[in-house]
């Protein structure tokens, strides 16, 4: 039984296999153009120097991921992105105690 599911299994990666570009091709172009965007420029590198030089550490829970946060939510809607937003969770955190 194990065997037949086997050689079902590889037949079929084998047809998807043969020609495995196919999906591929339509995002070539967008891809290039992003990757050619980001090696040529320095604006994430400049984004991410403001972030790690005025906030800092962001250990979770903390008041530093707080305001990171908030400062990617303005970062991005400053660029125009659309539904920008937080979502509450739980993040477990860990604080130190007195010394024993």
């Given amino acids: 039984m194990l065997s037949g599911t086997t050689s079902?299994?590889?037949a079929s990666h084998g047809a998807r296999a043969a020609n495995p570009t196919?999906?591929?091709d339509r995002y070539r172009e967008p891809a290039a153009r992003l990757i050619g965007e980001a090696v040529g420029s320095t604006f994430a590198w400049h984004r991410?120097?403001?972030l790690t030089d005025t906030i800092g550490n962001r250990l979770s829970g903390s008041p530093a991921l707080d305001r990171a946060i908030q400062w990617a939510?303005?970062?991005?809607r400053r660029d125009g992105l659309e539904n920008v937003h937080t979502?509450?969770?739980?993040v477990p955190r860990?604080?130190?105690?007195a010394e024993s």
């Fill in 22 to 24: 196919v999906w591929i």
């Fill in 94 to 97: 860990w604080v130190r105690g």
């Fill in 48 to 50: 991410l120097a403001v």
């Fill in 87 to 90: 979502e509450r969770v739980m």
């Fill in 73 to 76: 939510v303005g970062e991005m």
């Fill in 8 to 10: 079902r299994a590889q």
